[in-house]
């Protein structure tokens, strides 16, 4: 298993863009930018190409999506920046502030935490208005590791998780609960970690086209259990 530095991205790449979605913001409607590259390998990831060979999806142009963006201004509230790990690629307070200044459009980042010096200065900036953050797992190195895919550095995703609640943006908290690697109870230990009214979520595993191909074909929850677990340890969206 490799440390999460050794995958961090060396170009700004723009890999994806959905113009409407009112799934990716709770509660918004908003545009979906995505940014190859992370430094991750959780076995259960769908944008295993956009996470592993970013290189082989096309680039979008920056200067046509804002200029969309500028357009569209009436009609979104705000521009989901996501991937992959958007913190890793270079290009992300660049656009972010071309999204913010001129546009004057509010954006959330979704992230998976490992560096909160990135998500405390794009906080300061004022160039995020919220964020959603994975806890992958239990907060322990183990745990961590075997969810994440990589040599994890817990005090980072602490750290995160620290700097996001004391933010004052909006933010919540998410885990996937996968069968085999995510276990309930450990869905316990985490609400503990993050406290109980912190604002969390859990979301169901999906079995096809996972990055590790164990997990394809694996069996999901079923809906009644997984509803139960989200009553059981879901507190809701937004501080
Ligand atoms: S699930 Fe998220 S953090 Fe994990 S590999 Fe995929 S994009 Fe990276």
Not at 37 to 64: I, T
Not at 179 to 208: C, S
Request: proline share 7%; aromatic share 8%; glycine share 8%.
């Amino acid at each position: 298993m490799r440390l999460a530095s050794e995958y961090n991205c060396v170009a700004p790449r723009i890999k994806g863009f959905i113009p409407l979605s009112m799934l990716d913001w709770p509660g918004q409607i908003c545009s979906v930018i995505f940014l190859g590259g992370c430094n991750f390998r959780c076995p259960a990831c769908h944008n295993h190409k956009l996470v592993v060979n970013p290189d082989s999806l096309p680039d979008f142009s920056m200067s046509e999506i804002l200029s969309y963006l500028d357009g569209r201004k009436g009609w979104i509230d705000g521009v989901t920046i996501t991937g992959g790990e958007p913190t890793v690629n270079p290009g992300l307070e660049a656009l972010l502030e071309q999204i913010v200044n001129p546009l004057g459009l509010r954006t959330k980042i979704d992230t998976n935490g490992s560096n909160p010096a990135l998500i405390k200065r794009l906080i300061d900036q004022n160039l995020i208005s919220a964020v959603s953050m994975d806890i992958k797992a239990p907060l322990d190195f183990e745990s961590y590791s075997r969810v994440c895919g990589v040599l994890s550095d817990i005090d980072k995703i602490l750290h995160s998780i620290d700097i996001i609640k004391a933010s004052g943006i909006d933010f919540f908290f998410r885990t996937t609960v996968v069968p085999g690697l995510v276990a309930e109870r450990e869905l316990a230990e985490i609400k503990n970690t993050i406290g109980h009214d912190t604002p969390y979520m859990i979301q169901p595993f999906r079995n096809i086209d996972t990055l590790d191909p164990h997990l394809k074909g694996f069996p999901e929850y079923e809906m009644e259990r997984f509803e139960s677990m989200k009553a059981r340890y879901g507190t809701g969206l937004f501080s």
